[in-house]
């Protein structure tokens, strides 16, 4: 509801008046917002400045929702958020603010903020974590699948107390560590022995893919490490593995071999061997990604050599060979499967990695045109700009490549091209097929270099069939289109690329005509489209959009589209069926 007083419809003029006025009234500049007391820039307790001081937020209304919104405000991902309740980073002073938010809002600001003071105590001061994996291992088991659970948190590992230890948490424990959860056996009472350290309590309801996921508690006052929780996973039918990668699909390929496992060497990994990985383990094999020089991490242990026809069912069919003296840990490959063969996996590849807690977005600044300029990337929750010391082709085909243009005719540019910017300085080092800068070498460049050195590019034209699923800038460039949670590659809800901004489409005027410009713009047929409402592949997230077309269109952009937010809700998301030509 509207402040009192903000709006009154005695009249036409006046209801203009009051819009107008209803916008001064929530339009206000953004809180600023802090995390303090964390072990890392991407997590601590939230605080907000507002009327000149520093408030604490009391986890009432602390969800994951409003904690995504904080992440997104100071520029991390929201894929791997925790929220933190009861003091987690230690209790904050001052004023307390309540925050309650939709999970959409790009700032903390655009939430409902009201006073806690009288309701809540510093006690209840709420966190976050921003898109932090922590590391897990199983110890003392007599294979690897089996063992002591042990966390690595706050530098150290810490051991994690069995009182809520049950299946649900065994099982996020297996996922993680790329086991089958199906036969997961929690183990309680320090079965595995006693370990050292911390302690700490966990509860998961069973889904999570990652311990940190779940509700992480520190108890060492109530604990001992007599109650020390462990976990025996089991292998399932698959000898293989996908460690360390940021969903289940995607990872450093591990092999049990002799008693053990084993790294793949990269030196003649390729497409087919790749393929055979992701179809051994369940997963589409129409858009798989082999990735070599230890993308996912060094592992460690014994390292195979393999080389498949592309056609084998299982990694064991394929020649193995012995490749310790040839090959390093710096070498292992790894792969990224296409969606799972029942529901979609990997939800955003597009998205740029993580590292440290920060998604990296990238812009071009200063130049004449969208596609040029100097280069300059999100992180630490500022813009940096990027010094020129190793700035060649590679690196500025990465960056033309993650803002969705071509990289045929890309042009590096050194010395401040563009002009210098400001701010903080970071070095990056691609290999110049990374589909982001995030997976590049980025360092700090503040010490080596100045801004007469930031680097800067001019791209090639725009790719639309190349990679349909990955978004593409707005300024002059066609709106991509994504297909969502489908069984296939070739049908799922539609989403499309909008004001930096993944958007469903309403069904309110989804029909064949619609379905058919989707599916050509996708490089599909349109002899046999399904035209799918009622968000038949489930309902999605974040604004909605409504599309008119005539059904000729080649894109959905040259259709008409207009705002749904106002008249649609997510289960009336559309979808589409397309065939193959």
């Not at 006693?194 to 940190?212: K, R, V």
């Not at 300085?425 to 997976?439: P, T």
Request: hydrophobic share 30%; net charge negative; with cysteine.
């Amino acid at each position: 509801m509207a402040p009192v007083g903000c709006v009154r419809f005695a009249s036409w003029l006046t209801f203009l008046l009051a819009v107008l006025q209803l916008n001064s009234c929530y339009g206000q500049a953004p809180y600023s917002v802090r995390l303090v007391n964390g072990t890392s820039p991407g997590e601590g307790r939230v605080e907000v400045l507002y009327k000149g001081q520093w408030n604490t937020i009391c986890d009432d209304f602390w969800n994951l929702e409003e904690a995504r919104v904080v992440c997104r405000q100071l520029g991390y991902g929201t894929d791997f958020v925790v929220a933190r309740g009861s003091a987690y980073y230690g209790e904050g002073s001052g004023p307390i603010r309540q925050a309650q938010c939709s999970g959409l809002e790009s700032n903390l600001g655009s939430c409902s903020l009201t006073s806690g003071d009288s309701e809540c105590s510093h006690s209840e001061d709420a966190g976050v974590n921003c898109e932090e994996t922590y590391s897990v291992r199983l110890v003392d088991g007599q294979s690897p699948s089996e063992g002591r659970v042990e966390i690595l948190y706050n530098g150290q590992w810490n051991t994690i107390c069995d009182d809520y230890w049950s299946l649900e948490e065994a099982q996020v424990v297996c996922r993680q560590l790329g086991y089958d959860t199906d036969n997961a056996t929690p183990k309680n009472l320090a079965y595995y022995g006693q370990g050292s350290g911390p302690i700490l309590l966990a509860e998961c309801s069973g889904f999570e893919n990652t311990l940190n996921s779940c509700a992480l508690y520190k108890l060492d006052y109530v604990c001992s490490h007599s109650m020390d929780a462990g976990v025996r996973c089991e292998l399932g039918i698959s000898n293989v593995r996908l460690v360390n990668g940021p969903s289940p699909s995607e990872g450093r390929v591990e092999i049990w071999y002799n008693g053990q496992w084993n790294t793949i060497c990269n030196d003649l990994i390729g497409l087919e061997e790749a393929q055979v990985v992701c179809r051994q383990l369940g997963y589409d094999t129409d858009n798989v990604t082999p990735r070599g020089s230890a993308y996912y991490g060094q592992g460690s242990g014994p390292i195979q050599a393999a080389q498949c026809y592309g056609w084998e069912d299982t990694l064991e069919s394929c020649t193995l060979t012995s490749g310790d003296s040839l090959c390093r840990h710096y070498e292992d490959a790894g792969v990224r499967c296409g969606s799972d063969i029942f529901t979609t996996s990997d939800p955003f590849p597009w998205q740029p990695a993580t590292t440290g807690g920060g998604i990296y977005n990238v812009r071009l600044m200063d130049g004449p045109s969208p596609r040029e300029g100097r280069v300059e990337i999100w992180y630490n929750g500022q813009w940096n700009t990027i010094c020129d010391d190793y700035w060649y082709l590679p690196e500025s085909q990465v960056v033309c490549r993650q803002l969705g243009y071509g990289t045929d005719n890309v042009v590096a540019r050194r010395f401040a091209y563009y002009g210098a910017g400001s701010g903080p300085i970071r070095q990056a080092q691609c290999d110049g097929w990374e589909s982001n800068l995030g997976f590049c070498s980025l360092t700090s460049g503040d010490s080596e270099c100045s801004h007469r050195e930031d680097a800067g590019v001019s791209c090639g034209s725009d790719i639309f069939t190349a990679f349909p699923w990955q978004p593409t800038t707005t300024g002059d460039g066609i709106y991509n289109v994504r297909l969502m949670d489908g069984p296939s590659p070739r049908e799922g809800r539609v989403e499309m690329f909008y004001n930096g901004r993944w958007n469903t489409i309403c069904d309110d005027y989804w029909n064949l005509e619609e379905a058919q410009v989707v599916c050509r713009q996708l490089g599909y047929s349109t002899d046999n489209v399904v035209a799918r409402s009622s968000a038949y592949y489930g309902q999605g997230s974040g604004p909605i959009q409504r599309a008119q077309c005539d059904g000729w269109e080649d894109t959905l952009q040259s259709c008409t589209l207009t705002s749904g937010d106002s008249l649609c809700r997510h289960y009336e998301d559309a979808g589409v069926r397309c065939v193959l030509n």
